[in-house]
């Protein structure tokens, strides 16, 4: 059967356990895959990590469930942690137009979006 880990997932659907923390550019991840999605391509997996977005490169090393890892973005592209996303989540919460949130942060008003929304990577 072909495993789909879908950008909507939560982390929580898709891992038992999740740590990453950011350096640079990149994101170092490590985590343990549920059961279900074991047999998931490193693709998927990458993607789903990524939440879709463009990077330079990436490793990855799988030991069974167990995956780790780091993907390199581009430098020039802000990266969102997930206190920025609790702080676009407030502003939207205050009143604040999306449109105005993307340009204050650099991000798309689609982002803004699927931020506020709890959608895709920005699931929690």
Same mark, same amino acid.
Request: glycine letters at 8%; charged letters at 25%.
């Given at each position: 059967?072909? /495993? ?22 990149? +994101? ?15 693709? $998927?997996? /990458? ?17 069974? *469930?167990?995956?780790?890892?780091? +993907? ?10 997930? $206190?920025?996303? *609790? ?10 137009? $999306? ?15 699927? +931020? ?6 920005? *699931?929690?």
């Amino acid at each position: 059967m072909a /495993i789909n880990l879908k950008l909507h997932y939560s982390f929580n659907q898709v891992f038992s356990s999740y740590e990453e923390r950011y350096v640079g550019n990149s +994101i170092i991840f490590e985590g343990c895959l549920k059961p279900h999605n074991q047999e998931a391509k490193d693709a $998927q997996v /990458i993607r789903f990590i990524s939440g879709g977005r463009r990077y330079l490169d990436y490793e990855l090393e799988r030991d069974g *469930a167990y995956v780790k890892g780091r +993907i390199r973005y581009y430098a020039y592209r802000p990266f969102f942690t997930r $206190q920025d996303w *609790a702080k676009v989540r407030l502003l939207k919460s205050k009143g604040v137009k $999306q449109v105005d949130i993307a340009h204050y942060f650099g991000i798309s008003e689609a982002a803004v979006s699927r +931020i506020v929304n709890r959608k895709g990577a920005y *699931a929690e």
